[in-house]
């Protein structure tokens, strides 16, 4: 008995690869998001400082918005199921 076939095709690993990629990126996006909130809550950043992080995650996230449009891949999908941990990234 053989189980579910596994696509090898090198487009669809191509695909997957972007994937993976962007959802790494979007981890650390989030997570440097979590942690500038953070500073600026704590009082370590100056109004300076602030605007300049403000502007840069922004950025960062409309920029994570078109590479997701420009390889197909929708924004839910960086969210890995890990199963009875739950999902990868937090839920908005």
């Given at each position: 008995?053989?189980?579910?076939?596994?696509?090898?095709?090198?487009?669809?690993?191509?695909?997957?690869?972007?994937?993976?990629?962007?959802?790494?990126?979007?981890?650390?996006?989030?997570?440097?998001?979590?942690?500038?909130?953070?500073?600026?809550?704590?009082?370590?950043?100056?109004?300076?400082?602030?605007?300049?992080?403000?502007?840069?995650?922004?950025l960062?996230d409309?920029?994570?918005?078109?590479?997701?449009?420009?390889?197909?891949?929708?924004?839910?999908?960086?969210?890995?199921?890990?199963?009875?941990?739950?999902?990868?990234?937090?839920?908005?």
């Amino acid at each position: 008995m053989t189980g579910p076939r596994v696509d090898l095709s090198s487009e669809q690993m191509g695909r997957d690869l972007v994937a993976l990629v962007l959802t790494v990126v979007e981890l650390l996006r989030q997570l440097m998001e979590r942690q500038a909130i953070r500073r600026v809550e704590q009082g370590d950043l100056n109004d300076e400082q602030v605007e300049e992080i403000g502007t840069t995650l922004m950025l960062l996230d409309q920029r994570m918005k078109e590479l997701c449009e420009q390889h197909g891949v929708r924004p839910e999908d960086l969210n890995l199921d890990l199963g009875p941990l739950g999902t990868l990234l937090p839920r908005d």
